[in-house]
């Protein structure tokens, strides 16, 4: 479902594509961003900015949060169109090490600059 919400967003947005190139995109994406080597996780996503990856009976529950820019540059690139993000994570039987292969994976897919750990 979501290589074809994918497809049918670049196809509104590219009146100048057809939508079996649309649909290619859209695969090329989900296999960049979703699919992992081992083929071994689940992505669950109910709304934009809440997610989560399973791992059989275990998952990695993450909440992105907009932020306000910090600092000189971050506003500089704020005001050019950039926008930032918190990510707060909750492991359920996972260990950290897990994290720490799929931390640069996961800020890809949401979009955020930093991980924190929920105190929730």
Known sequence: SKVLKAAWKTYRKRSNWSFSACL???WKWAKENLIDITNNYKIW???EGFFRLYFGQDYIQI???H???KGYYE???YCKGERFA???YKLV???EDILNDLVGRIM???GTSELIESKF
């Open 108 to 110: 890809i897919i949401t």
């Open 93 to 95: 039987g996972i260990s």
């Open 86 to 88: 918190t990510g707060y």
């Open 45 to 47: 996503s109910p709304r």
């Open 75 to 77: 506003s500089h690139r």
């Open 67 to 69: 932020r306000n820019p």
């Open 24 to 26: 290619r995109s859209a």
């Open 63 to 65: 909440n992105v949060k």
